[in-house]
């Protein structure tokens, strides 16, 4: 069975812009297979960009406003659609992650909660309106991933790992696919044997880039968004007994399944850092190669912490792949473990999670389920994704 011409559109916690694939699927489960046609990073508008990363720090905002947000988000998902097909045959499905702006794990509360019972589901908020981006291109679209599994009593994330499974597991070699977005995540993958799946684990490591990005742009008065090939904090000295401090928060000796977002590793923790720092007098280079070490140290943490046992390689993805300095640091960690990009096994380090929606969309039309009960705790596999018909009418 073949999909010609899907469409993957993504943004992640970093706020970066839109990731959009048109990529063709082949397959279903263990035999699929996925070309990728196009990919592209398109840029916010700067305005709205502003808006988001205001509404994911907290900042109030009326139901118009929201409103008034979502439909902007929705018609420049629309447009990466629409700019992603030219040069090619026009697609006929997509699927769209949205953009996060609010993620709230199950079981957690915060300010507000007028719940009578501890029990509580899960709560998290993507922008971006299926029914609009469908309407807009005309194409059927497939968005709201996370509530179907957030419904069963997970997490709603990570929602990738049954993707990862297929794409990237291998016969003999356990793995751990680490994406490092605004926040880092990894997909366990034992070998291919009996029961393997069920084998499967996944869980939000914590920080990725989102802290780093957040202190380049205090450093520089917004001047910059990103250290670029983490040259900036490659220039610094991490200090370890403040990494040692940090990895005492609560989160990082939280059990998966587990997710977080910047609710927990935004704005007020980064403010914690840095006054932590002046104690021991960092300049800026020192406090970027103090949160790169974070990052990375929280990842290997994580995977003395949880897994039986270390991978047998690591395949990194997500804008943190990029990061030199922050790959050299997880090299250094990991020692014998190898580590590679998903690009040196085939599959677009940069593009794979919006090539991972576009086959959650694939498989929401056949009928197969998207989540795995391991990695986000739900307690069935569920459908996942709301779809927007298209009327034909256009």
Known sequence: ???????????????????????????????????????????????????????????????????????????????????????????????????????????????????????????????????????????TTVSNFRVADIAAGGHGAPLVPRVDAFLLSHPQESRCVQNIGGIANVAYLPPRNHDWLSQIRSWDTGPGNS?????????????????????????????????????????????PPKSTGRELFGVSYLHDCLEDAQIYQLSPADVLATLTELTAASIVHSYHTYLRKMPER???????????YLKHRLESLLAVVPVLTTDEVGLSATFKEAIAFAILAYWRQLGIPGNLPTATGGNQEMLLGEVHQVTGNK
């Not at 706020?15 to 196009?38: F, H, P, Q, R, S």
């Not at 990494?243 to 000796?253: A, C, I």
């Open 1 to 139: 069975m073949q999909q010609n011409g899907v469409i993957g559109l993504m943004s992640g916690t970093s706020v970066d812009g839109i990731d959009a694939v048109l990529v063709d699927i082949i397959g279903t489960d263990l035999d699929i297979k996925v070309e990728l046609l196009a990919g592209e990073t398109y840029p916010y508008p700067t305005e709205l960009r502003s808006r988001i990363l205001g509404i994911c720090a907290g900042e109030a905002i009326s139901m118009a406003e929201l409103a008034a947000v979502d439909d902007a988000i929705a018609i420049v998902f629309a447009q990466a659609a629409q700019n992603i097909q030219i040069g090619h045959p026009p697609a006929t499905l997509i699927g769209s992650h949205g953009q996060t702006v609010f993620h709230r794990p199950p079981g957690f509360y915060g300010s507000g909660n007028i719940l009578p019972s501890p029990q509580s589901l899960g709560y998290s908020l993507q922008l971006g309106r299926g029914a609009v981006i469908a309407h807009l291109t005309d194409i």
């Open 211 to 255: 802290l780093l990005d957040l202190a380049v742009q205090h450093f520089t008065n917004g001047a910059k968004s990103y250290d670029e090939n983490g040259s900036w904090a490659a220039s610094g000295t991490p200090c370890h007994t403040l990494v040692e401090e940090w990895l005492n928060q609560d989160y990082f000796h939280l059990p």
């Open 314 to 324: 690591v395949l990194l993805c997500g804008g943190g792949s990029q990061n030199l």
